[in-house]
């Protein structure tokens, strides 16, 4: 297997552009202190970036090409509570939610760093748990929205591109956190049983991991974090 | 696979180093006040982005306000939870650059619907 993961002390190179030129130039590794793992996962989400951004791009195009009123998302998305119409309200709770799935997120890396397993899956399990009360919440947001007769065809509201791009954009942002809660119990489970200090090898890969792991799983699921700050905004507020 | 263990060796290493280049180490970790901080900013962000439809405002000022909002919990997201404030440039401009293209793409696209909504209200309205 070639040995491609030592990673090079980066102390004598020139920060800031001099050094983006210094690290791009040839026949060298571009990366310097960064594990192919963590390279990795950064093109992936890059990818991931195109993805959505060519939903919220098509989202854009059908909003601003239709004659017809677009629906209100302040009325469209609001829950009847205390007795009153409360705007956005499951969407803003939701975004609380995701936030504070991130902040667990973050502390699990730093605990991984640390060598503290038991702290590390403990936050590595309440991230799930937020993650999938998220997606609960997302499931019972489609159930209304479906009940009072949205479709991808069509609403009673108004433009009949709101339910197309709605299901879409949503839909895909929920599978990124439900295949993220799924990612999130594995990583869990291998740092509570201690594979990351033990060397036990990976099951598909039969390679030994390390709590590198964590970070890596941290990177993917701040990235759905991110990609919700930008449909809150664009899809929910605009 | 004597190889892995060198990569253990050399994250700590890494770690060991961050007296010399704080900046530079492959897992530098801010320290959990600085996650707290941020986790509370964000919250404070979000509450400011929702309370900006449930005042109601509307116009130049509500996008304005939302995108303020969004960018601003974009760049803490992506700098301090995703570590990108503390990576070389070299990988960070990889992951910020590209976009670039996509908001050239919503350029070319908003112009696009402009006229599709032109067409649309001319021929449409002719028709009945």
Same mark, same amino acid.
């Given at each position: 297997?070639?040995?491609?993961?030592?990673?090079?002390?980066?102390?004598?190179?020139?920060?800031?552009?001099?050094?983006?030129?210094?690290?791009?130039?040839?026949?060298?590794?571009?990366?310097?202190?960064?594990?192919?793992?963590?390279?990795?996962?950064?093109?992936?989400?890059?990818?991931?970036?195109?993805?959505?951004?060519? $939903?919220? !791009?098509?989202?854009?195009?059908?909003?601003?090409?239709?004659?017809?009123?677009?629906?209100?998302?302040?009325?469209?998305?609001? &829950?009847?509570?205390?007795?009153?119409?409360?705007?956005?309200?499951?969407?803003?709770?939701?975004?609380?939610? !995701?936030?504070?799935?991130?902040?667990?997120?973050? &502390?699990?890396?730093?605990?991984?760093?640390?060598?503290?397993?038991?702290?590390?899956?403990?936050?590595?399990?309440?991230?799930? !748990?937020?993650?999938?009360?998220?997606?609960?919440?997302?499931?019972?947001?489609?159930?209304?929205?479906?009940?009072?007769?949205?479709?991808?065809?069509?609403?009673?509201?108004?433009?009949?591109? $709101?339910?197309?791009?709605?299901?879409?954009?949503?839909?895909?942002?929920?599978?990124?956190?439900?295949?993220?809660?799924? $990612?999130? &119990?594995?990583?869990?489970?291998?740092?509570?049983?201690?594979?990351?200090?033990?060397?036990?090898?990976?099951?598909?890969?039969?390679?030994?991991?390390?709590?590198?792991?964590?970070?890596?799983?941290?990177?993917?699921?701040?990235?759905?974090?991110?990609?919700?700050?930008?449909?809150?905004?664009?899809?929910?507020?605009? | 696979?004597?190889?892995?263990?060198?990569?253990?060796?050399?994250?700590?290493?890494?770690?060991?180093?961050?007296?010399?280049?704080?900046?530079?180490?492959?897992?530098?970790?801010?320290?959990?006040?600085?996650?707290?901080?941020?986790?509370?900013?964000?919250?404070?962000?979000?509450?400011?982005?929702?309370?900006?439809?449930?005042?109601?405002?509307?116009?130049?000022?509500?996008?304005?306000?939302?995108?303020?909002?969004?960018?601003?919990?974009?760049?803490?997201?992506?700098?301090?939870?995703?570590?990108?404030?503390?990576?070389?440039?070299?990988?960070? !401009?990889?992951?910020? &650059?590209?976009?670039?293209?996509?908001?050239?793409?919503?350029?070319?696209?908003?112009?696009?619907?402009?006229?599709?909504?032109?067409?649309?209200?001319?021929?449409?309205?002719?028709?009945?």
């Amino acid at each position: 297997m070639a040995h491609t993961s030592s990673l090079e002390p980066t102390a004598q190179r020139p920060d800031g552009l001099r050094g983006v030129v210094a690290d791009w130039s040839s026949d060298q590794r571009t990366f310097k202190n960064v594990s192919w793992g963590k390279a990795m996962i950064w093109v992936f989400l890059l990818s991931d970036i195109f993805v959505f951004g060519c $939903f919220l !791009l098509s989202y854009m195009s059908a909003r601003m090409s239709t004659v017809v009123p677009w629906p209100n998302p302040s009325e469209v998305f609001a &829950l009847h509570l205390f007795g009153a119409d409360i705007p956005l309200i499951l969407i803003a709770i939701m975004t609380f939610v !995701l936030i504070s799935s991130s902040g667990t997120m973050a &502390l699990a890396v730093t605990y991984g760093y640390r060598g503290d397993r038991v702290m590390t899956a403990r936050l590595l399990r309440l991230t799930a !748990l937020i993650g999938a009360s998220f997606v609960a919440m997302q499931a019972f947001e489609w159930s209304k929205l479906i009940a009072e007769g949205v479709r991808p065809w069509g609403n009673p509201w108004g433009a009949a591109q $709101f339910g197309a791009t709605f299901f879409m954009i949503t839909g895909f942002h929920g599978t990124h956190v439900t295949i993220g809660v799924l $990612f999130l &119990l594995n990583i869990a489970r291998k740092v509570r049983r201690g594979d990351y200090d033990t060397g036990r090898r990976g099951f598909f890969t039969s390679r030994k991991g390390n709590y590198e792991s964590v970070e890596i799983m941290g990177l993917y699921w701040h990235f759905v974090d991110l990609v919700w700050v930008f449909i809150f905004a664009f899809f929910y507020l605009w | 696979m004597a190889h892995v263990s060198t990569d253990i060796a050399d994250g700590s290493h890494a770690s060991s180093g961050i007296e010399a280049a704080p900046v530079q180490a492959g897992h530098q970790q801010p320290p959990i006040k600085v996650y707290l901080m941020v986790w509370g900013l964000l919250f404070v962000l979000s509450l400011f982005s929702y309370l900006v439809d449930y005042v109601g405002l509307q116009g130049g000022l509500r996008w304005t306000l939302i995108l303020i909002f969004m960018l601003a919990k974009a760049g803490l997201i992506m700098a301090i939870f995703m570590h990108l404030a503390w990576e070389r440039l070299a990988l960070s !401009l990889v992951i910020l &650059l590209p976009p670039i293209a996509l908001m050239v793409f919503v350029a070319i696209m908003a112009s696009e619907s402009d006229y599709v909504v032109w067409t649309r209200e001319t021929f449409f309205s002719i028709i009945k």
